[in-house]
Nanobody, 122 residues
Framework: QVQLVESGGGLVHDGGSLRLSCAHS????????MGWYRQAPGKQRELVAA???????NYADSVKGRFTISRDNAKNTVYLQMNSLKPEDTAVYYC????????????????WGQGTQVTVSS
């Protein structure tokens, strides 16, 4: 089964750093893009950062200059380095694989991880 497994969340103080990791199943042979989304209590889920083939990246305006998304293809892992964290960054962070295919699949599917909690205290 295809799975995305997030890790690295936790509790930090204002100004601290965290590094999130998302490992995806080795059975995935192609992905249009991978990204990180977050959802804070009472708010809509929003895109934080995404990385596509060729390592093209984009970020939400609120995290530009503070967060960096990267990938390690050999490890089937995407990372989100979060620096200068603010209380408003508090949310559940979800890993997303957009239009992923496993071996033998023609139709791609989008997969989500279960989420990892990031809490930034004032």
């Amino acid at each position: 089964q295809v799975q995305l497994v997030e890790s690295g969340g936790g509790l930090v103080h204002d100004g601290g750093s965290l590094r999130l990791s998302c490992a995806h199943s080795g059975s995935i042979v192609s992905i249009n893009a991978m990204g990180w989304y977050r959802q804070a209590p009472g708010k809509q889920r929003e895109l934080v950062a995404a990385i596509a083939s060729g390592d093209n990246t984009n970020y939400a305006d609120s995290v530009k200059g503070r967060f960096t998304i990267s990938r390690d293809n050999a490890k089937n892992t995407v990372y989100l380095q979060m620096n200068s964290l603010k209380p408003e960054d508090t949310a559940v962070y979800y890993c997303n694989a957009e239009c992923a295919r496993t071996r033998g699949q023609i139709q791609c599917q989008t997969y989500w991880g279960q989420g990892t909690q990031v809490t930034v205290s004032s």
